[in-house]
């Protein structure tokens, strides 16, 4: 019984709900088959192919995804790096505003420890198959999506479909190319992936393998920021603040 019980989702400790996201990938399931994720990814479907130069269609998959995700992404990434509500095994609910450790104390906001202990803290990475030109339409008309991705809530990758280059969104709107060495090394099936053809224009083909988003160190392409933390062993962090922060976590833990 004790056995079962430390496999049961339902148990408090530990409580997995979205601990450990860390990508969007926004496209065809294709550019994702056989690829292990370790539940880390959100994956919206969208076809490029299928839609107008404006971005209709991508607007109505980008704004629940953009929205949503980015909510879940920033509520674990500063409740694992700012302390959160501490352990619900005493938490009080106060209305609407927070809650309390016990009958007394300040007022606490944030998730509870069981839900952030086992998630690196990182922004979410969003990796969208469409023009940038395209991507940039759907955010000049919404400017709820364009506050995210100009002011750095989300980290934003574009592939062009039609050539499969990748671009990352700098601030002011400015789209900068990944070295074409880190793009030939994704497209050649770098660390044993599987190769990724560039697709021609307007013509659908019938499968296409799966996309990688962490590249070398280098100027112009996707760096240690970008990369999707690891799980096992030495996790890499979104920054230092936030090692510290889980550095501090095990601490007391331990004490």
Not at 138 to 166: C, H, M, S
Request: proline share 7%.
């Amino acid at each position: 019984r004790l056995l079962a019980r430390s496999t049961d989702m339902a148990e408090a400790r530990p409580e997995l709900c979205h601990s450990t996201n860390a990508a969007v990938v926004v496209g065809r399931r294709a550019l994702t088959k056989k690829a292990f994720l370790a539940r880390r990814a959100f994956l919206p479907s969208y076809d490029p192919w299928g839609d107008d130069e404006r971005g209709t269609h991508l607007e109505r998959v980008l704004t629940p995804a953009l929205v949503v995700c980015s909510g879940i992404s920033l509520e674990y990434l500063y409740s694992g790096t700012d302390g959160g509500a501490g352990t619900k095994v005493a938490m009080n609910l106060v209305g609407y505003a927070g809650v309390m450790q016990g009958t007394f104390g300040d007022l606490l906001v944030g998730l509870p420890t069981q839900m952030t202990e086992l998630h690196p803290p990182a922004r979410a990475l969003f990796l969208v198959d469409a023009p940038a030109p395209r991507v940039e339409s759907v955010l000049a008309r919404n400017k709820k999506l364009e506050n995210l991705v100009r002011n750095g809530w989300v980290r934003l990758i574009v592939r062009d479909p039609a050539t499969a280059n990748f671009s990352r969104h700098e601030a002011g709107g400015q789209y900068t190319a990944v070295n074409p060495a880190g793009a030939a090394a994704i497209k050649k099936g770098a660390a044993g992936r599987v190769k990724l053809p560039a697709m021609k224009p307007r013509t659908p083909p019938p499968s296409e393998p799966v996309v990688a988003v962490g590249l070398g160190a280098g100027k112009g392409e996707l760096g240690a920021q970008d990369k999707l933390p690891a799980l096992k062993g030495g996790s890499s962090f979104d920054s230092p603040t936030a090692a510290a922060a889980a550095a501090g976590r095990g601490a007391r833990r331990a004490a």
